[in-house]
């Protein structure tokens, strides 16, 4: 043992490397090898830290209080699978799930068409592209609580811009957050407004690897537009859509501001998400229990659903 | 011409002269099809502008009870003389560069260990990062509530910043390991051999080529924090100490028929992203953010 510390100190004297390893002396590599892990070790501990205090120990207490009856100030007592019940047997939940489910959908095909079509449209060439192409980030630049107050402001009294553009073409005045289905609609618009940029950058990085002499060629051998769309340019794009897709559903499962800030879940809890749902049920009902449970479920499928993707992307990264 | 797109390759010499009147018919449609192009981008745009210009437009216009013409600076003197938004403003500016600052400065590392280091640690370190950011953040707002409350951190802006960096990181992480990815081993590898340390290799070498990935990763951070509300409404409760979406929302909810004074503080709040953005866009894609994820 001396011996080995010995060694090590003389190393040390001699400025190879710090103290401590065993590594014979005169393997440089390993010794490297060994001072390479100890200083992963340190980089990466601040960041392990942070990920046990902000995610891992709120999950783990998250579970507690999930099984509690407790509030915002105490744990309470045990209640075992109590809150788990009451939140499966809840029409709210389910209602909630359903325009979850809508949305997410909505939301990741939406963008995803909206910014194919524009990404598409801007790889050929157009006066100005460029300055068009950084204009059409702005709603995703733009903070949500700036943007939904302008959409408020758009559409949310009968006396707004839009509906009165409606009554002026004789259309009638659609009340677009007062009407349970319109404000479902106007809220997943609202989502693919601010998502479709994030879809567009995606989708035009990928175009950009493209050799564009392949559909020279694809039309030199009679391709159609359509044909050159779906057997080049789709299979081309395909990884970066699938990960665009991954990335845009947990966007939008984990949505609040964009939902809460438009119409607050309402009207009659039409737009009333899982997360808006378990927000008001913690902070606003003050019913922890149940709402932390609502949170778990959420987490528990994301769990099972993130580490299955993963899983696809690594090995699809593979091949 | 539809002749020619069917001909064959073995269709004779035919094919190269109609090719050439091909090409030049081409280039004549695409030209008329340019300017087709440019006008549906430029409506598209147009359209898909309208709430961002709406803003803006209010924001200087005078608003129901002033005297003033044409466009005005006046509803920006009366948010910042009457409301909370100078303090706004600094509580926001102040979270949300502590939160790009160490963000970046925890992720940097560990993205580096998770770009060269091969064991089943780090890539199972890879894994859990990449499962933490796709957990719904109200999960983990509730625990942290009561831990917080405990420590005295709620309604505080360092409790704010805590959260913001912890939330950031998982995927600050990520695109600094991309970045550090495509740098080339050869370079720190060449630094050892003189001598220099694990650790002095990774600040002296890596670090100072990865200019663009660090600010790639600042600006992500910079947006992510500058536009949280789901933190901040749970966290911040006193006026004085809200971030700037609380203080648009609070003031939205108070003065909702003075829409030329909302829309003046909104346009302060979008005005530091969009400057952000519009300075350091090209160092910015997010096919980075998706490249570090197909990468790993």
């Known amino acids: 043992m001396s011996s080995t510390t010995q060694s090590g100190l003389a190393r040390a004297r001699r400025g190879v ?193 493209v050799d564009t002499t392949v559909y020279e060629a694809a039309s030199m051998d009679g391709a159609t537009r359509w044909q050159q769309f779906t057997q080049i340019t789709l299979p081309l794009i395909a990884r970066s859509t699938y990960i665009s897709w991954i990335l845009m559903t947990i966007f939008c499962v984990n949505d609040f501001p964009t939902i809460y ?20 049920t913690v902070f606003q009902d003050f019913a922890t229990g149940p709402g932390v449970a609502i949170a778990f479920l959420m987490t528990m499928t994301l769990v099972v659903i993130s580490v299955i993707l993963y899983r696809q992307i690594r090995k699809s990264s593979v091949e | ?107 940097a590392p560990a993205g580096y260990v998770l770009s060269r280091g091969r064991s089943k640690a780090v890539s199972g370190y890879s894994l859990l990062l990449f499962v933490m950011q796709s957990l719904p953040i109200i999960t983990s707002v509730v625990p942290l509530f009561i831990l917080f409350a405990g420590m005295g951190l709620v309604d505080n802006l360092l409790g704010l910043t805590i959260i913001y960096v912890g939330s950031t990181m998982t995927v600050a992480t990520w695109m600094m390991a991309a970045y550090f990815d495509s740098i080339p081993t050869s370079l720190e590898e060449a630094s050892w051999i003189d001598g220099c340390s694990v650790f002095g290799s990774f600040t002296r070498v890596v670090l100072r080529n990865s200019l663009p990935g660090v600010l790639s990763t600042a600006i992500f951070a910079f947006l992510l924090a500058w536009n949280d509300y789901l933190v901040a409404i749970v966290f911040l409760r006193s006026n004085e100490i809200f971030t700037l979406p609380m203080g648009v929302q609070s003031f939205f909810q108070q003065n909702a028929t003075d829409w030329t004074s909302v829309m003046a503080l909104a346009v302060v709040m979008m005005l530091p992203p969009v400057i952000v953005f519009a300075t350091l866009n090209k160092y910015f894609s997010v096919g980075g953010i998706g490249g570090s994820l197909a990468g790993r």
Do not use: C
């Not at chain 1, 998250?62 to 109590?82: E, I, K, R």
């Open chain 1, 17 to 209: 490397a710090p103290a401590g390893s065993g590594a014979a002396p005169g393997k440089r590599k390993s010794k490297l090898t060994a001072q390479a892990t100890r200083t992963f070790f340190w980089l990466l501990l601040p960041s392990v830290v942070l990920l046990v205090l902000i995610h891992g120990y709120p999950l783990i207490y998250a579970a507690v209080q999930a099984t509690h009856d407790g509030n915002l100030l105490q744990t309470g007592n045990f209640v075992g699978g109590q809150n788990f019940a009451t939140v499966l047997t809840s029409p709210a939940f389910w209602k909630a799930a359903q325009f979850t489910l809508w949305f997410t959908i909505v939301g990741v095909f939406g963008s995803w068409l909206v910014g194919l079509g524009l990404a598409l449209l801007l790889r050929t060439k157009i006066p100005g592209g460029g300055t068009f192409k950084v204009l059409l980030l702005l709603p995703w630049v733009v903070p949500i609580v700036v943007s939904s107050t302008a959409w408020n402001w758009l559409v949310a009294t009968p006396d707004s811009l839009i509906p009165s553009l409606f009554r002026n073409l004789g259309m009638g005045t659609p009340l677009f957050l007062a009407d349970p289905t319109l404000a479902s609609i106007t809220v997943m618009v609202f989502k693919v407004w601010v998502s479709f940029p994030f879809m567009m950058m995606m989708i035009s990085a990928a175009l950009a690897s």
């Open chain 2, 1 to 107: 011409m539809s002749a020619v797109l069917h001909a064959h390759p073995e269709s004779g010499p035919s094919l190269g002269v109609d090719a050439g009147k091909r090409r030049r018919a081409l280039s004549e449609a695409g030209q008329r099809g340019r300017w087709w192009r440019f006008a549906a981008i430029l409506i598209i745009t147009g359209i898909v502008l309208v709430p961002i210009m709406v803003t803006v437009l209010l924001a200087f216009t005078p608003g129901a009870n002033s005297t003033a013409t044409g466009l005005t600076l006046e509803n920006l003197n009366n948010v910042f003389s009457k409301t909370l938004a100078a303090t706004w403003l600094k509580n926001s500016l102040v979270t949300t560069l502590s939160t790009v600052v160490v963000s970046v400065a925890v992720a």
């Open chain 1, 261 to 280: 800030l438009l119409t607050g879940g309402g009207p009659v809890n039409a737009t009333t998400s899982l997360v808006v749902l378990a927000y008001r």
